[in-house]
């Protein structure tokens, strides 16, 4: 299996286990299980920023890693990293990464297969803080987890970016170790099947109101938080002149990424998700 932090270079979580798993050999735990060490994108890390050229954790499709005109570095990072993984014999991936939005311990998954559906829900019952967020399947994915078919990121926030946080790096570090244990418990056939596994399935993602020069006209109403339902016609954002943005839709949705400060330039001010169970 693959363990890669910083894909996004100032977060420094990532970075952080990373190095000390590595280090301190705490794969040495979980013998039965083979660990492989990434430290995604070496100069946005040593630059303390989240990229160099792009976003790294969009340059993963193999249409893209295939064409010969996309030469930033994070596009070159991404098939060095591709052919990496290929080469190790990977068939499990964990990225680990953090948020600015409130977001807790999240694990991001966009395959539902029964052993990333029976994990989440292992570690949900274990830690009721931890959510499962659930993106839509797709054959190839932009994001390294995507690299093969049981990947999956671990997200926790809030966390700002460019610094090392003692109790996310702790958090990430135990959610980690849970997983190893899951995964070679698994592999001796000693870990019991779930009956189901609550998702939030994200369906949309919603910007800030602009101006017609783009800029920013509203701020996120701050009753806005986190996996709290929002209802038809509950307020998003309050314009700077007075006036309020609703929730223009039909059911009832749940909010994720909220404010997260590296997607304003993707046009992104929150996700929403619908909240489901999904039999296993």
């Not at 932090?5 to 286990?17: A, F, I, K, M, S």
């Not at 926030?157 to 958090?171: F, H, L, N, R």
């Amino acid at each position: 299996m693959a363990i890669v932090g910083g894909v996004h270079g100032n977060e420094r979580t990532g970075v952080e286990v990373v190095r000390r798993w590595q280090q301190k050999d705490f794969a040495r735990y979980f013998p039965g299980l083979k660990c492989h060490y990434f430290l995604a994108n070496p100069r946005a890390i040593a630059a303390n920023r989240r990229y160099i050229d792009q976003d790294l954790n969009r340059c993963f499709r193999r249409q893209d890693r295939k064409n010969p005109y996309l030469m930033g570095y994070e596009q070159l990072r991404a098939r060095h990293l591709a052919h990496q993984i290929s080469l190790a014999g990977i068939e499990f991936i964990v990225d680990l990464h953090t948020t600015t939005a409130a977001m807790g311990t999240t694990l991001i998954l966009n395959c539902p297969h029964p052993l990333l559906l029976n994990l989440a829900a292992h570690l949900s019952a274990q830690d009721e803080e931890i959510r499962v967020l659930q993106y839509a399947q797709q054959k190839d994915l932009p994001y390294i987890r995507g690299l093969c078919e049981l990947g999956l990121t671990i997200e926790l926030g809030p966390v700002p970016q460019g610094v090392y946080d003692k109790a996310a790096i702790a958090k990430t570090q135990r959610t980690l170790a849970r997983i190893l244990a899951y995964l070679q418990a698994s592999a001796s056939g000693n870990v019991p099947s779930a009956d189901n596994c609550t998702v939030y399935q994200q369906i949309e993602t919603v910007d800030y109101p602009r101006d017609e020069q783009g800029k920013i006209v509203a701020e996120i109403a701050p009753h806005i938080r986190d996996y709290e339902a929002i209802k038809p016609g509950t307020p998003l954002f309050y314009h700077r002149r007075g006036s309020i943005t609703p929730y223009q839709g039909v059911s009832t949705v749940y909010p994720v990424f909220i404010g997260e400060a590296a997607y304003v330039e993707k046009g992104i001010a929150m996700a929403l998700t619908q909240r489901k169970t999904i039999v296993i």
